[in-house]
């Protein structure tokens, strides 16, 4: 299995590159080329070099999937150069690298971008690709503990109900389905004992949420396991590959057939296996050699699910970092190994065009993005801020057309692979808090979701335009008219956000005919934004691990809400643009202009 079946070739050089300079940050556009999953972005300071891969501070994948970026972590007044070459495979070789390209950012305070929506273009559909988000091992809902005072079980579970009503979410994927805390599998004088009924209990509480799981099949269970002393996390999850991979299929075929059984085939096949979590890590997977044998645990497995039904959904590698893509697409195909969806991991950064892989190999399968966020480390308080705000919107925007899902790792703060929370506030990967409180970067996935709809011509112009700022216009079937922006980049040193970033829009719509009512919503570092009442709320008092008491957790839970409020409607305008509003963008953030029809009568 060593080398590709079908090796992807050095890529030519992006042309029609452009490097502009603005204020506080420069934004680079070139050409797409054909066959690339993304795009490696060389800096230098000087036009000789050397030329550095670029670096925003993400933790994981650099390669870039589009082809407008834009670069703030560089000082006005100073000029740089840049290299653009495309890559086939994320790990594979950069192609041709483009021309240098120079441009220097500037101090001053930009003139007003221009969003100019045309309200009466169609131009596809806003793709709910948020429907799918992860959590941690779903035994957790069973659980009578508690975290900060708050009901472990319970929390977890209201948390997947608010998902399903609130972001219209409709599938979760979780870790360690498998493992001896739901007493799956063991042996008795050598013979294997099957028990599924606690997997059972943990289904049923999830699908009374809504919710529809994703079966991620791991870890391995202690008895089945080949090396039973490994474990990691706090649950003591084993990354062991089967001592006898025969076992390994019957256990697989058994929980699938025992699925079919209880839930009925109909409702099994709208779920989907996926084999493992990130094989590719020594702390996940200990097979030796380590992708023969993730290889061949990922065959058995699908080949087991399939001999229960055909309809049923497969898919793997589910790798860290987009890694192991064209070694796995040339394992299936060459040995016609089922799969119906691709799958792996990215951090930090927007979702690499899978696709082009998948065409290499003549494959049509849908893309699946199982874990996905703002970065990979735990613990990091750029996770509790705005900053994630714009990034899951851009990332949201960036795997339209490219993925079915884009998961976002995780739902809750109610994780445990690196030990519990110890306070309210610590950086955890979650949408919501312990206790169910709302951050910045959920309310984006909030209102990604209310914008599902018809998407409406947008253009900018401007400082920024397309790069800092992006956005993103929407009419729903009730005729209301949902326009996002956001200002972000991928540049975690300013995850704060920096004042020469803010930016000024003049929003303006085309084309728009009838009565409305218009409402404004913010989310940024002071609104939307429940940290920042949480410091409200303790003054210049050191803020506590948890609330103290039922009254501090209601006045939190008061506060927990999207910062809306009614706009004026401005005066017709004569021309094309028939009403605008000019509005402040800060750095990070996020504003929704909502335009609710009003009735003839």
Aim: glycine fraction near 10%; charged fraction near 25%; hydrophobic fraction near 40%.
């Amino acid at each position: 299995m060593s080398g590709f079946s079908k090796s992807p070739s050095l890529l030519p050089a992006p042309e029609r590159i452009k490097a502009e300079g603005g204020t506080a940050q420069i934004t680079l556009r070139w050409s797409t080329v054909s066959g690339a999953v993304g795009y490696r972005i060389y800096r230098a300071t000087s036009p000789e070099g050397p030329f550095v891969l670029l670096d925003h501070g993400g933790g994981d994948v650099l390669e870039y999937p589009l082809t407008t970026y834009v670069d703030t972590a560089v000082l006005p007044g100073h000029t740089y150069w840049y290299q653009v070459a495309a890559v086939a495979s994320k790990d594979g070789p950069s192609g041709e690298p483009s021309p240098p390209v120079a441009a220097r950012p500037e101090f001053k305070v930009p003139p007003p971008l221009l969003a100019r929506v045309s309200t009466n273009v169609r131009e596809g559909s806003w793709e709910p690709v948020w429907e799918m988000v992860g959590s941690e091992h779903l035994s957790l809902l069973l659980s009578e503990e508690r975290i900060g005072g708050i009901p472990i079980g319970e929390d977890l579970e209201q948390a997947f109900r608010r998902a399903h009503r609130e972001l219209g979410v409709r599938y979760v994927r979780a870790h360690a389905i498998l493992s001896d805390d739901l007493e799956v599998y063991r042996e008795v004088n050598g013979r294997p004992r099957y028990d599924f009924s606690r997997i059972a209990q943990v289904y049923d509480r999830l699908l009374a949420t809504g919710l529809k799981p994703v079966v991620e099949l791991s870890f391995m269970p202690r008895d089945l396991a080949k090396n039973p002393e490994d474990r990691v996390f706090l649950y003591g999850a084993i990354p062991s590959p089967p001592k006898s991979f025969a076992l390994w299929g019957e256990l697989v075929g058994k929980l699938t057939r025992f699925l079919v059984e209880r839930y009925g085939l109909e409702e099994v096949r709208q779920w989907a296996f996926e084999v493992w979590n990130e094989p590719n890590l020594d702390v996940f997977y200990t097979g030796n050699p380590r992708q023969a044998s993730y290889f061949r645990l990922y065959e058995t497995a699908a080949r087991a699910i399939k001999a229960v039904d055909g309809g049923l959904r497969v898919g793997g590698p589910a790798t860290a970092a987009a890694g192991w893509i064209e070694e796995f697409l040339s394992f299936v195909t060459s040995k016609r190994v089922p799969l119906d969806f691709v799958s792996s991991h990215t951090y930090g950064n927007y979702p690499l065009r899978l696709g082009e892989a998948l065409k290499r190999y003549g494959l049509q399968v849908p893309v699946w993005w199982t874990e996905w966020g703002p970065g990979p480390s735990y613990n990091n308080p750029e996770a509790d801020g705005a900053f994630p705000a714009p990034f899951a919107l851009n990332g949201i925007k960036a795997a339209q057309g490219q993925a079915a899902y884009l998961a976002h790792w995780v739902l809750s703060d109610l994780f445990e692979e690196l030990g519990r929370p110890g306070q309210l506030f610590h950086g955890g990967f979650g949408l919501l808090t312990v206790g169910g409180l709302r951050k910045p970067k959920y309310w984006a996935f909030y209102l990604a979701n209310q914008a599902r709809g018809e998407r409406l011509k947008m253009e900018l112009f401007g400082d920024g335009a397309g790069s800092l700022i992006d956005g993103v216009a929407t009419r729903k079937s009730d005729g209301s008219i949902h326009v996002l922006l956001w200002n972000g980049s991928l540049d975690h040193g300013k995850a704060s956000g920096h004042p020469l970033l803010d930016r000024r829009v003049r929003l303006c719509l085309e084309g728009l005919e009838g009565r409305y009512r218009a409402f404004l919503a913010r989310v940024d570092n002071w609104h939307s934004n429940i940290l920042a009442r949480y410091r409200e709320l303790y003054g210049f008092d050191l803020l506590p691990d948890w609330p103290r008491d039922s009254k501090e957790w209601e006045a939190l839970r008061e506060a927990d809400r999207l910062d809306e409020r009614e706009l004026a409607l401005p005066e017709p305008e004569n021309g094309a643009c028939r009403w605008s509003w000019t509005l402040d963008l800060p750095n990070p953030g996020v504003l929704r202009l909502r335009l609710e029809p009003l009735s003839s009568k």
